[in-house]
Each structure stands twice: as C-alpha cells, then as structure tokens.
C-alpha cells in the first residue's frame, strides 16, 4: 500500500484545526468526523481535543454552536446553521443561498460581512450564482 496511512488523518485534523482557529470552536460532530476511522482509540481523541484546548479552540455542542446560536433569532440560526453545513460539504455557498438565509431586511449589514468573513475562515467560499 503506498503513500502515508496518516495522511487523510492530518489533512482532516489540519482542516479542523484551520475551522477552530478561524472561528474559535469546533463541535465534537467535526473532531468525530476528522477522525473518522473504526480504529482510533479514546486516547487519540483525547489528545486531539487537548491539542484544541492548547490552541483556545472551544469544543461545542453542535445544538449550542456559538456561530450558529449568535444575536439571531431562532429561524435564522438554523438557517445559517444549514449553510454552514452545506458549505463545509461543498466547499462553497453561493451569494443567493446566504442572502436567502439572511435577509437584508433582518440582518444589518456590519453582521452579513462578519458571517462571509467567518465562512471564508472555514475554508467555504462565498461564489455567484
């Protein structure tokens, strides 16, 4: 077998690690994930989860994510919610879907920018169409 067993581990960890330093948390659901293998010990986890707390990284309940609970109101959040979701799937969210989840009418335009800036920090990008 060829090319290094560790590599899609240290990509997903080193994604994880860009996520958290970019927003200041991640959720266990994104440390599970970035470590998804049938073999991983507790003790990897909890190591990693140490290595995040070294870094002021916050582990967060995904129901109690600090940018999906923020200053919005509840339909708002989950709606952000899914676009976050949706881009960390895609690597991308177009202008309309966040639009779409923030209405200009609902949402100042100082909070818009900060959530295409904290996007952009997760490594989605913010696209036309």
């Known amino acids: 077998m060829g090319g290094n067993a560790f590599g899609p581990w240290v990509a997903a960890i080193g994604a994880l690690v860009r996520q ?5 948390w991640v959720t266990i659901d994104e440390v599970n994930a970035a470590l998804a ?8 986890i909890e190591d990693l989860l140490e290595a995040l707390a070294d870094l002021n ?3 967060a309940d995904e129901s109690e994510a600090p940018v999906l609970r923020g200053p919005f109101p509840d339909r708002l959040a989950r709606e952000i919610g899914r676009l976050v979701r949706w881009g960390q799937e895609r ?5 309309a879907e966040l639009l779409a989840a923030m209405p200009p009418d609902q949402v100042e335009e100082a909070r818009f920018n900060e ?8 490594g989605i990008r913010v696209v036309e169409g």
Do not use: F, N
């Open 37 to 44: 293998a049938p073999d991983v010990s507790a003790e990897l």
């Open 115 to 122: 959530t295409v800036a904290t996007l952009l920090g997760m």
């Open 20 to 24: 958290g330093r970019a927003r200041g």
């Open 91 to 95: 690597g991308y969210v177009t202008r």
């Open 57 to 59: 990284i916050e582990i």
